[in-house]
C-alpha cells in the first residue's frame, strides 16, 4: 500500500531546494534544519535558504552558530527551535590507537578537509615537537585533504610521530581503550562547525578537550 508522509525532513541546503515542492506534493508538514555554519555558501545560495525556511512549518536549528549563519541571508520568519545533538548510548565507534611509548597522544577524528583547520594542526604539533615536546599525533577520518596531509606527516620532525589512519584501516585494527599508551588528548581545530558532534563523544570518554571557539 502507498505511505503518505506526514512529515518532509530536510537537513542540507541541497535537499532543502525541493523540500518545499515534496511537502507540497505530500500535503505534509515541512521541517528544516540547520545542521552546519556552511561558510561556504554565497550570499545568493544564503537569502534563498531563508526563502525556504520561511515555507517551512518550523525550522530547527542545531547550535546558537548554526541559528545565526541561516539569519546571513534574511529575517527568520517561520519558527526557530535551537535543539542541541546527541549520541546514542555506549562508546563511540573510535578510539586512539596506542603508541609504542608513552608519549601523549594528540587525537583527531572527523573528516579530512581543510575547513576542519588540519593544517593549523599539523603546523602546532610541529612547533611543539621542534620545541623539544615529545609527542604523538593520530589524525582519524577520510577526506579530499588525506594526501597532503599523509605527505606533511611523513616530513621531519613528524615522521615516525604523526600519522593519518582512514575509516578502513581503523576497521582492520583492534579496538583498545583510549588511554593505552601514553595520554590522550583530544583536539577538534575548526575554523568553522555547526556543532562538532564527536566532542560529546571526546567527553563520554572523559578526554581532555583542545577546541578552536566556533560553533
Request: aromatic share 4%.
Amino acid at each position: 500500500r502507498t505511505l503518505k508522509p506526514a512529515i518532509v525532513h530536510s537537513c542540507v541546503y541541497q535537499t532543502h531546494i525541493v523540500a518545499p515542492h515534496l511537502a507540497n506534493v505530500a500535503g505534509a508538514a515541512l521541517i528544516l534544519s540547520k545542521e552546519g555554519t556552511d561558510d561556504w555558501m554565497t550570499q545568493a545560495q544564503a537569502r534563498r535558504e531563508v526563502s525556504i525556511a520561511n515555507e517551512a512549518t518550523t525550522v530547527i536549528a542545531v547550535s546558537a552558530a548554526a541559528a545565526r549563519s541561516l539569519g546571513r541571508g534574511g529575517r527568520v520568519l517561520a519558527p526557530l527551535s535551537i535543539i542541541p545533538c546527541g549520541i546514542p548510548p555506549g562508546p563511540p565507534s573510535w578510539s586512539a590507537l596506542p603508541e609504542d611509548e608513552g608519549a601523549p597522544t594528540i587525537l583527531y577524528v572527523g573528516r579530512l578537509d581543510p575547513a576542519k583547520g588540519l593544517a593549523d594542526l599539523i603546523e602546532a604539533i610541529w612547533r611543539l615537537i621542534e620545541s623539544g615536546r615529545d609527542l604523538r599525533l593520530q589524525i582519524q577520518g577520510d577526506g579530499p585533504a588525506e594526501g597532503p596531509l599523509r605527505d606533511a606527516c611523513a616530513r621531519k620532525p613528524l615522521a615516525g610521530r604523526a600519522r593519518v589512519i582512514t575509516a578502513a584501516e581503523m576497521d582492520r585494527t583492534p579496538r583498545v581503550e583510549p588511554r593505552g599508551g601514553g595520554p590522550v588528548i583530544f583536539v577538534l581545530p575548526s575554523r568553522h562547525e555547526g556543532f562538532g558532534i564527536v566532542l560529546l563523544e571526546a567527553m563520554r570518554l572523559g578526554l581532555p578537550i583542545i577546541a578552536t571557539d566556533v560553533g
